[in-house]
Structures are given as structure tokens and as C-alpha cells.
């Protein structure tokens, strides 16, 4: 069963925007946390932000004031919108449902991980 499904990744040049969607399972859209993991080339998979059921976020720094998280509960959707991007953040980005401690930069969801959305961006 696919709990989680992620797309509306790209090639974009640096300075661009992108915004990813992720819909999820009842399940996994009713645990309080939703996130957005992402996946370099020869690193592990992080969390970058979270957005709680009623709308409070955090972020990683390395994201902080350029990407915003968000979500329609009517629609069990989550969103990245993500502004001024740069070559570093390209990767492969997933959702999942973190645990509510959470800390930024690790692995952990509750959900079993969907085939993710490559994000890349060009110099």
C-alpha cells in the first residue's frame, strides 16, 4: 500500500523555484507531524522541515527563509515551496510523517518511504 507519493520535482537554474506536493495515506496525513526529507548524492537522508496539524514549522538552517512548508489537511497534502534554490540543494526530496521530537538532519518516519522526487539545480 503506498502511503506516501511525492512529485513535482525538476531542472531548474539556481535562483529558481520549485514546489513539490506529497499526498498521503489518512493514516499517515493524521500523525501530527508531516516533513520533507531529502537525499544527496553520498549522504543520508535528513529532515528539512516539518509543519505540525496546526500549522507550526520548522526548518533546517540550511533551508530556513528560503523554502516554506505547508499543508491542506482537507486534501491530506503537504508542500515545499522553494525559493532561491542553489546547486547544493539538488538531491532526491521525500515526505514522511517524523516523530514529533524530531530533530532536524535525521532519518526517521513513520511511514514506509515512497520513490521520492529528484530536485536539481543547475549553476
Known amino acids: 500500500q503506498v502511503q506516501v507519493e511525492e512529485s513535482g520535482g525538476g531542472l531548474v537554474q539556481a535562483g529558481g523555484s520549485l514546489r513539490l506536493s506529497c499526498r498521503a495515506s489518512?493514516?499517515?496525513?493524521?500523525?501530527?507531524?508531516m516533513g520533507w526529507y531529502r537525499q544527496a548524492p553520498g549522504e543520508l537522508r535528513g529532515l528539512i522541515a516539518a509543519?505540525?496539524?496546526?500549522?507550526?514549522?520548522v526548518y533546517a538552517d540550511s533551508v530556513k527563509g528560503r523554502f516554506t512548508i505547508s499543508r491542506d489537511n482537507a486534501k491530506n497534502t503537504v508542500y515545499l515551496q522553494m525559493n532561491s534554490l542553489k546547486p547544493e540543494d539538488t538531491a532526491v526530496y521525500y515526505c514522511?510523517?517524523?516523530?514529533?521530537?524530531?530533530?532536524?538532519?535525521?532519518?526517521?518516519?513513520?511511514?514506509?518511504w515512497g520513490q521520492g522526487t529528484q530536485v536539481t539545480v543547475s549553476s
Open positions: 514522511n510523517a517524523p516523530h514529533p521530537v524530531q530533530a532536524m538532519g535525521v532519518t526517521f518516519g513513520f511511514a514506509s
Open positions: 489518512e493514516n499517515i496525513f493524521s500523525i501530527n507531524r
Open positions: 509543519v505540525t496539524l496546526d500549522g507550526d514549522t
